[in-house]
C-alpha cells in the first residue's frame, strides 16, 4: 500500500519530469531519431562500419556498438548550444555501459557516464562551447568508441537544444 505522502511524492515528480520535458522540446533546434532512417536522412547519418546494426527497445529505435556514427544538426549561432543525448536503463538489467567521447565538428565535448539511478529512458546533456557553434548553422555530433575495444552505448535520440531555455 502507499502512503498518501509516497502518493504525493510520486505525483510531484511524475509533474516535474513532465515539465522538464515540455521545457527539453520548446528549447530543440534539432533532433534525431538513431534508427529511424526518415530521421537520420536529413541529419546526412554517417557509420564506420557501414552495416551498424538498429535495436529496438520500448517502441524507440537505437545504434552503438564499436567504431563510430555521426548527425549532422542544425543548431542556432546566437545560443549556448546543448547536446542531449538519450540512453537506456532496462528495469532488471544493469546499466547502459560504453566506452565513448562525444565530438562536435571533431571536437570532443563529452565522454559517457553510466548512470545508475534513472531507470527507463534518460538524458545526458553535454555543453557545447560556443565557438563551435559561432557563425554556424549546423554542427556535425559524432560518437567514437574508443580504440581498440570501446562500444558506443545504445543512444537512443540525439538533440540540439538552447542550453538557457533547458
Known amino acids: 500500500m502507499v502512503s498518501q505522502e509516497q502518493f504525493d511524492s510520486r505525483v510531484a515528480a511524475l509533474e516535474a519530469e513532465k515539465e522538464r520535458v515540455r521545457r527539453l522540446e520548446a528549447a ?18 554517417q557509420s564506420d562500419p557501414a552495416n551498424r546494426l538498429v535495436v529496438r527497445a520500448i517502441d524507440k529505435s537505437s545504434r552503438g556498438g564499436p567504431g563510430w556514427f555521426s548527425f549532422e544538426l542544425p543548431v542556432d549561432p546566437a545560443a549556448d548550444t546543448a547536446v542531449v543525448v538519450t540512453y537506456l536503463n532496462e528495469r532488471g538489467l544493469a546499466p547502459a555501459r560504453g566506452n565513448f567521447e562525444i565530438l562536435v565538428d571533431g571536437t570532443s565535448i563529452g565522454r559517457f557516464e553510466p548512470n545508475e539511478k534513472p531507470v527507463g529512458f534518460f538524458d545526458a546533456t553535454y555543453h557545447v562551447p560556443a565557438n563551435l557553434t559561432r557563425g554556424k548553422t549546423k554542427v556535425t555530433i559524432r560518437f567514437q568508441a574508443e580504440a581498440p575495444n570501446g562500444r558506443i552505448a545504445p543512444v537512443f535520440g540525439v538533440r540540439t537544444a538552447r542550453a538557457d531555455k533547458m
Do not use: L
Open 28 to 45: 530543440t533546434i534539432g533532433f534525431v531519431q538513431p534508427g529511424d532512417t526518415n530521421s537520420e536522412k536529413p541529419a546526412n547519418y
